[in-house]
C-alpha cells in the first residue's frame, strides 16, 4: 500500500525559507509523477508544482515559479519542496500527490495523497 507522508511545515516571517519533504513507501517515487498542492482556508486545493519522469521535467505554478523547487531523491524515497522568498498567500496546507500521468495540474489526475503539513507565513 502506498502511503505519503509529509513534514517540514511551520511557521515562518515573510521573506524565509521552508523544504517540506515527502516521505513515501513502495516504489512511488520511481514510477509515478508526483506534485506538491496546496489549499488555503476557504479556498480549493491548487497546483504548486510537479515533477514527472525524467528529473529534469518539472512544472510550476506562476504564482510560486522562481520562488519554489521541486525535487526527488529516488535512492532515499523522498520528494521535497524548496520554498524561497515566501510571502503570506503562501500560507496553507500542502499536499504531496502521485500521478500515473506526468504534466498533470488537476486534483483529479492525482491517485495518493499526503495528510497535508501546515506552512504559515506571517507578514
Known amino acids: 500500500q502506498v502511503q505519503l507522508v509529509e513534514s517540514g511545515g511551520g511557521l515562518v516571517q515573510a521573506g524565509g525559507s521552508l523544504r517540506l519533504s515527502c516521505a513515501a513507501s513502495?516504489?512511488?517515487?520511481?514510477?509515478?509523477?508526483m506534485g506538491w498542492f496546496r489549499q488555503a482556508p476557504g479556498k480549493e486545493r491548487e497546483f504548486v508544482a510537479g515533477?514527472?519522469?525524467?528529473?529534469?521535467?518539472?512544472l510550476y505554478a506562476d504564482s510560486v515559479k522562481g520562488r519554489f523547487s521541486i525535487s526527488r531523491d529516488t535512492a532515499k524515497n523522498t520528494m521535497y519542496l524548496q520554498m524561497n522568498s515566501l510571502i503570506p498567500e503562501d500560507t496553507a496546507v500542502y499536499y504531496c500527490?502521485?500521478?500515473?500521468?506526468?504534466?498533470?495540474?488537476?486534483?483529479?489526475?492525482?491517485?495518493?495523497w499526503g495528510q497535508g503539513t501546515q506552512v504559515t507565513v506571517s507578514s
Open positions: 513502495g516504489r512511488i517515487l520511481s514510477t509515478y509523477a
Open positions: 500527490a502521485g500521478s500515473a500521468y506526468s504534466g498533470v495540474v488537476s486534483t483529479s489526475g492525482y491517485n495518493y
Open positions: 515533477i514527472g519522469w525524467n528529473p529534469g521535467s518539472t
